[in-house]
Nanobody, 125 residues
Framework: QVQLVESGGGLVQAGGSLRLSCAAS????????MGWFRQAPGKEREFVAA????????SYADSVKGRFTISRDNAKNTVYLQMNSLKPEDTAVYYC??????????????????WGQGTQVTVSS
């Protein structure tokens, strides 16, 4: 089973930036879409962004469009989430996840599995 390790979280002031990374252990990383999700205290986990296996397609939650950018480096088995103009409401534990489906278009949220342990992002006002 693939192992996903997130890093890059931390404490930042509103308006600041952070770049999250997620390193995958499997050699077949390049054939799967990847996604970022987040969970704030007392709330359900929510979708943030996804990227297709070949980086052609991306999708974002409305709440982060224009501020966050997802990207991947298949040579490094790593997916990134660049977060700019951060807001206090972005505070959450951020998780990366791998799609269960190889190739194809962007998967639905229910098609993601294999979660990392998460990295905490805290945005102060």
């Amino acid at each position: 089973q693939v192992q996903l390790v997130e890093s890059g979280g931390g404490l930042v002031q509103a308006g600041g930036s952070l770049r999250l990374s997620c390193a995958a252990s499997e050699r077949t990383f390049s054939v799967y879409a990847m996604g970022w999700f987040r969970q704030a205290p007392g709330k359900e986990r929510e979708f943030v962004a996804a990227i297709g296996w070949n980086s052609v397609s991306t999708s974002y939650a409305d709440s982060v469009k224009g501020r966050f950018t997802i990207s991947r480096d298949n040579a490094k088995n790593t997916v990134y989430l660049q977060m700019n103009s951060l807001k206090p409401e972005d505070t959450a534990v951020y998780y990366c996840s791998r799609s269960r489906l190889a190739f194809g278009g962007l998967p639905g949220e229910s098609d993601f599995g294999s979660w990392g342990q998460g990295t905490q992002v805290t945005v102060s006002s």
